[in-house]
């Protein structure tokens, strides 16, 4: 029995002296034959499973008491150490010693392997290196992440420039568009890899290092543990930065392909290098299939972010792309790809919502601007969102901005009829197969299959509008819709069209012209007044030939004949003409009369272009003015100095507009204000330059009712209502006023008023003391 | 009396109409709607003093309407309302008008109903609203005193300072204080 002990006592002695890697023993380790044969003798004795226990156990203590510390000394002891750029050696050094450590216990291991019984689930050696792990890394001083990531940035670097100095002395292989740093470095003294004199290039090294860091924590099965996060790191860094310097500004040309390429051939050769080790070398390494798998999904993960860090520069940079369509059509296909693959159009929403409100959406913006960038956003966003929803989620807020501008109708009507060809909407116009405007027409021949192409709406997209509604595709009636009626454009156009013609300022071909291609959109009846008044010049301009050619009269008078209805309500302005002038319109008349028997003439005095030359004492001028302004500088003809009501008297016309009109004179130096409201003519002075000049103040009054008086009409009209409701039924509240409106006084009407207009207008009676508001309800005051 | 403005056009063939009534009834209803809306555009655009009316709710055959007293009548200055009620033969059948203020006159009742000529008899579809408050508007100046509804006013009648006197009394005790209690 005491044999036995010893004999056991011996064998454990044995085994544990031949376990333990023996670190600064001089004794020997027992070979293989004699572990075995303790082992047995264990065995025997039926306590051979406390062997891997033990095992364990002290591979933990040590682990705890010497291996860590000694390792993690590595890091804490250099914190004030100089900083040694490029891959310094501690983390080489630090882990070389603890794969040394590691690697000591390894035989053992083997040993102990083959000791197990059959069936076990875990083998040793994964145990062993699962408990290393845990106790290494259960705390990891803040400095270790900086040091690997540091090294592994250098390395990064350094494989970087020589993969390019590969590229340059291999001149068969194509160059990527992506080569940014190429030109930079040629002559420059630093190394682009590790930014010292190429002299002392410590690449090589760095290589070196990087590559037996690797080796090692390979074996320690620590590779993806340690350096993943920095790895990572450093990818995303290089992504953004590859991406805003190559990409950033440059809407021309498509980039995701090239990213992609990039990608593949530069960042993610860089990564199999780091966990397969150089190929064709020494240090390449047989890959478990989990790592080549955790390496696919990790391709996976840097492609997304590719596809995003791109998707998001593009989305900063997207009111810029919307300015430069169609020349940013590649920018924007990028975008949409990248909006398919990553979860960014919310991102792209706000952001550009925001943009918009804060680059366009200002005072600062003529409504013309605004409206060429709305039609570039529309033509933009279709591009990459063919169902609209994003352009109904972003528009809205420029259609909204729209609505509050008093010219915005004038400005599309006046886009859709330009002059110059250069105009967006009226290329739009031009475009064929224009979409009647006709309300409920629904397609005809609808194809029967449609459905089978059917998709569902994008998820953000309002779901109380029809999918159809939004995909209108065509940017005038979405630009008419603004307003929700198309009467308003309708208006506009005439008193756009009676504006242009009234003064002379007008190609009849293109008008009418504008006028077919309009009609095609409005339908013919809307426009038969607009086809009345085009036809009335003509008619006029047969009229005056006529009456020039049977020379019924000598004077050059060209008579422009309006059909009263048709036109649009003209100003009435009171001007009396110098009787000189007056006869020859009376002459005309005659010639007319004779020419159309039964039929007469009213004219219209104040409309017209007069084309005026006249001759002082030291020089002669030629101009094309307002009839007003003529009847003036015809009076001083006869008299030299007129007092402001004298001038109004014989005219007949308000001095208020008379002395804005002699501002027109004063400006040409023919006339001086002295003393104040009385107007002297200057025979003499110094001469005006310019001999033809059409007085610009002339043009941009309209001769039509503006829409906005248009308006103030229409109000007085409600006005006219809300004043026979309250007088009959008392006192109302805002509601009831508004629902009766609608349905008495808007029924046969195209006008128009919301509640909030309404409101605004009843709000103000109030405050002029014309209705009285209480208890929420208006009524008219007493004692009218 | 037999004018013919005042025959529907509807009622002239009878067999023809049997068969798609319902369809003409809306039609009818539409065309009486349609003038209706007419008359209150002329009305809210005539510049007429004095007078007024509204539909008084989501119908255009319910009207209310509001007329004062004639300048230089004893009824100068006090403000009426009156219900007008339209039938669905309008214009060819004249409409109910009704004082909805008491009225102290010769030819309205204490119901507020009006003895008018061209209210029964003497209707004609060239008749609207306009003329039709018009028309009452004067009947406040110059009663009809031969077939009064009113026995007492009309009878008063001719006694103008004893009828103002009265009939301000009157517009005191049934409007004015109902109307500021």
Redesign the interface.
Known sequence: MAASVENLGAAWSTVTTGLLPCRGQAKAPPTDDVLKSAITVLDHHGVSFIIEEWFLESLQSDLRENIGPTFWNHFSAETNGPKQHGADGTLVSAFSELHTSLSSYLPSVDVLERLRTEGSKQSLKDKVLLIFKALLFYDIPLKFHGVVKEFYSCAFKACEEELRKKEKTSPGEEEGPDEEEEDTDEDSLTCGGCEQEKERCSCTETLTLFHQLNAQLHSLGLLERVCGEAVTAIIHDRIQQHIQNTCQGEFESQFLHPLEKWLNSKVLSWLHLVFKGTPGQTGEREVSAKTQESLDRWQTRLLYFLYQTYGTLRISEMFDIIVEFPDSMSALEDLKVCLEKTDLRRTLVSSLRSAIGRRLLQPGATTSDVLSQYILLVKSLRVLDPTGVLLELVGDRIRHYLRTRDDTVRKIVEGLTEEEGGSDLADELMKGDPISLEEGVEEEGEDPWAWTKWEPDPIDADPSKTSKSRRSPDIISLLISIYGSKELFIKEYQSVLCNRILSFNYDLTRELRNLELLKLRFGESQLGNCEVMLKDVQDSKRVNDLIKSENLMGVAVSGMIISAQYWPQLKETKLALPPAVQERFDSYTQAFQTVKASRTLNWLPQMGLVDLDIELKNRRLSVMVNPVVATIIMHFQDKERWTLDELSTAMQVPSSVLRRRITFWQNYGLIRENPPGTYVLLEEGADHHGDVMIDSDEETESATASSQEMREEEMQ?FW??VQ??L???DSLPLERIH??LK???M??NPIEISLQELKAFLDSKVRSQQLLLSGGKYKLPKNR | MSSSQNVDPASVAPQQREKDTKDTRRGEKHTVSRRL?QE??G???SDDKGI?????G?S?FN????LTGPLGTVYEGLQY?LSLEFPQGYPYKPPTVRFETPCFHPNVDEHGNICLDILKEKWSALYDVRTVLLSIQSLLGEPNNDSPLNVHAAGLWENQTEYKKTLLERYEKDVRSKDFS
């Open positions: 009209m006219v209502y026979g409701m007088t009959n039924l629902s009766m349905m008495f006084a029924r046969d | 809306q209150l555009m009305l809210m655009m007024s009316a509204f539909p008084s989501d255009l009207w209310t309407g509001t309302k």
